[in-house]
């Protein structure tokens, strides 16, 4: 159904003949693969057009990987076994937002939910060719492997910057069936007549410095830890893995536990040198878990970590430190070099002083905004990027920020900002309302969609619901 469909829409376009559909159907029938990939190999069409199509389709932003160019640096955020077995190239970095490439909006949630956690970065998906994506995997890979300062598709000139073609999606987004994705590609391409999104600098000029995965420093991780013991306590598998696997990478020994039970269990029998403890665990709290090891002379002196996705800011960091003695607390997502970073000098020295607290910040913010009335955007980002580094939860100097990079014209460092502030504090209606239009000017209908719903579960009253009911329904409808 979904194939016939494309290909009606490629035939309606003159991208490629009846006759060609049909061949590429049978291809796909009898070898597999889906149709996108059989028109790209058979030479039936340009990814460019296929993309095209597809893009439209599906309302999320394409990529045509043939007149792209990725930065070596870009490249390796993702490591190449990441890469290969889940389809996903990195094509550029905005400042916390990460652009990758990936074969379809239906797949690759868990591996970008991954790669988001690891990095630290928003992940901006943009769909790929599969067959295209898989070659391009390969071949920007070899290239970094020979040390090669980037990639470029077989469509650019040996001059050209590094950029990667994008095609934004015109009309309303689509309510998709993952089942129905089984044997369709759902890459998208470039227009023609759009203009190509160039990211960066020329290849060879441009330092990017990338933090060092782990594996890069096991020896150094290892003579540090000296086989020290970690026990990691969360309710979700893909963390507990995830932090297993940084951890023991670096050179410690790692036990898991799923609850603050289990937890319990496994430090009276285990005995770790420390305690990577999640906040929210069922049967048993994180802080109950934590106030108990502080409380039995046996464990007091067992530092605890606390990660959480939930208690967020420098106060609650304070309170945990305070109230329940833990070591160190950390937010999630959170970067693999900061972890390992946070876990050395918990065991060695104890934990970073928390830093922030509006009397540090106020007249900053006041400055700022000042600026900001006055048209001096630059200044007052200037200024706002010293306020995080005094209070990094403040949710006033994100939003700010967010403000002055939208009226610089940086849109995606823009959006950055403004996922920080609504992450911080869930019902800040400007700031979501900011994203919403921000997501639809970049092509990300979807996203703006699903924030404008979320908007209308935080409003505070009928008329200011019914407002942004109006502003979905103009989104849904196109008009």
Not at 42 to 71: N, T, Y
Not at 313 to 337: C, H, I, M, Q
Request: proline residues 5%.
């Amino acid at each position: 159904m979904k194939q016939a469909r494309i290909g009606d829409m490629l035939i309606q376009r003159g991208a490629v003949s009846e006759e060609m559909v049909k061949e590429a159907l049978r291809r796909a029938a009898k070898g597999g693969g889906r149709l996108g990939s059989q028109l790209l190999d058979m030479g039936a069409c340009d990814e460019q057009d296929l993309a095209k199509v597809l893009a439209e389709k599906h309302g999320v932003p394409g990529v045509d990987l043939s007149r792209s160019v990725i930065l070596a640096a870009t490249l390796k955020l993702i490591p190449r076994a990441v890469a290969e077995t889940d389809l996903m190239l990195a094509l550029s970095v905005e400042g916390d937002r990460l652009h990758v490439a990936v074969p379809s909006p239906s797949e690759g949630g868990r591996a970008i939910a991954e790669v988001r956690f690891v990095t630290g970065r928003e992940v901006s998906p943009y769909i790929a060719v599969t067959s295209a994506l898989q070659r391009a995997i390969t071949q920007a890979y070899d290239a970094v492997d020979r040390g090669e300062p980037g990639w470029r598709g077989s469509a650019t000139s040996a001059s050209a910057s590094p950029s990667f073609a994008v095609h934004q999606p015109p009309g309303e987004p689509l309510e998709l069936n993952p089942d129905e994705y089984d044997a369709v590609e759902a890459e998208d391409v470039i227009e023609p007549d759009e203009a190509v999104i160039e990211v960066g600098e020329e290849l060879g000029e441009t330092e990017i410095v990338v933090d060092e995965e782990p594996s890069g420093s096991v020896g150094a991780g290892a003579a540090a830890s000296a086989r020290r013991r970690v026990l990691v306590v969360d309710d979700e598998p893909e963390i507990r893995l995830l932090a297993q696997r940084i951890l023991e990478n670096s050179g410690y020994t790692v036990e898991t536990a799923v609850d603050g039970v289990d937890a319990l269990e496994k430090i009276e029998r285990w005995h770790p040198d420390l305690v990577l403890l999640d906040a929210m665990l069922p049967r048993l709290h994180g802080f109950e878990v934590c106030r108990r090891v502080k409380s039995d002379p046996r464990t007091r002196d067992l530092p605890v970590m606390i990660m959480t996705a939930v208690y967020r800011g420098w106060r609650f960091a304070n309170d945990v430190r305070e109230s329940y003695g833990a070591a160190d607390y950390l937010e999630k997502p959170f970067n693999v070099t900061d972890l390992v970073r946070r876990v050395g000098a918990v065991l060695s020295a104890g934990a970073p002083p928390v830093e922030g607290g509006s009397a540090a910040t106020e007249p900053f913010l006041k400055q700022a905004r000042e600026q900001l009335s006055a048209g001096k955007a630059e200044e007052a980002a200037e200024v706002l990027g010293k306020v995080i580094l005094l209070d990094p939860f403040s949710v006033e100097a994100h939003h700010l920020l967010a403000k002055a990079h939208r009226a610089r014209g940086d849109l995606f460092q823009s959006m950055s900002a403004f996922e920080r502030a609504v992450e911080l504090r869930p019902t800040l209606l400007p700031a979501m309302r900011s994203l919403a239009t921000l997501y639809v000017e970049t092509g990300f209908r979807r996203k703006a969609t699903e924030m404008l719903e979320r908007a209308m579960r935080a409003a505070p009253d009928e008329e200011t619901r019914t407002s942004l009911q109006k502003e979905l329904l103009k989104l849904l409808t196109g008009a």
